[in-house]
């Protein structure tokens, strides 16, 4: 098994102009991993003001992974970035940065 690192990116809810937000792990896999075999991902989203203190945890659910161009660019092989949806309050979309 191999190590890849794991890039999360996403708009917060901040207005008027939303910021990126990135969250990054470390994972084991045989090969390097497609998009529909990375995990969903737990956050606090009052800190990114997607949701209420009182019901904040949302999960990160991966959307697209960026171009071949952006990761050969990046010259790591290891690293697997990807765009992801924000999910909020029992899976409901968050309205904001979801393609």
Same mark, same amino acid.
């Given at each position: 098994?191999? !190590? =890849?690192?794991?890039? =999360?990116?996403?708009?917060?809810? =901040?207005? *008027? $102009?939303?910021?990126?937000?990135? !969250?990054?792990?470390? !994972?084991? #896999? +045989?090969? #390097? *991993?497609?998009?529909?075999?990375?995990?969903?991902? +737990? #956050?606090?989203?009052?800190?990114?003001?997607?949701?209420?203190?009182?019901?904040?945890?949302?999960?990160?659910?991966?959307?697209?992974?960026?171009?071949?161009?952006?990761?050969?660019?990046?010259?790591?092989?290891?690293?697997?970035? $990807? $765009?992801?949806?924000?999910?909020? +309050? +029992?899976?409901?979309? #968050? *309205?904001?940065?979801? *393609?």
């Amino acid at each position: 098994m191999a !190590k =890849y690192k794991l890039e =999360y990116l996403w708009l917060d809810g =901040y207005e *008027p $102009v939303a910021n990126i937000r990135g !969250k990054t792990q470390i !994972k084991d #896999f +045989a090969k #390097f *991993p497609k998009l529909e075999e990375l995990p969903m991902w +737990a #956050f606090d989203g009052s800190s990114t003001r997607q949701a209420e203190g009182k019901s904040s945890d949302c999960i990160l659910k991966t959307r697209r992974g960026l171009s071949r161009r952006h990761q050969e660019e990046r010259r790591a092989r290891d690293v697997r970035s $990807v $765009v992801a949806r924000q999910l909020c +309050a +029992a899976s409901e979309q #968050f *309205p904001r940065g979801n *393609p």
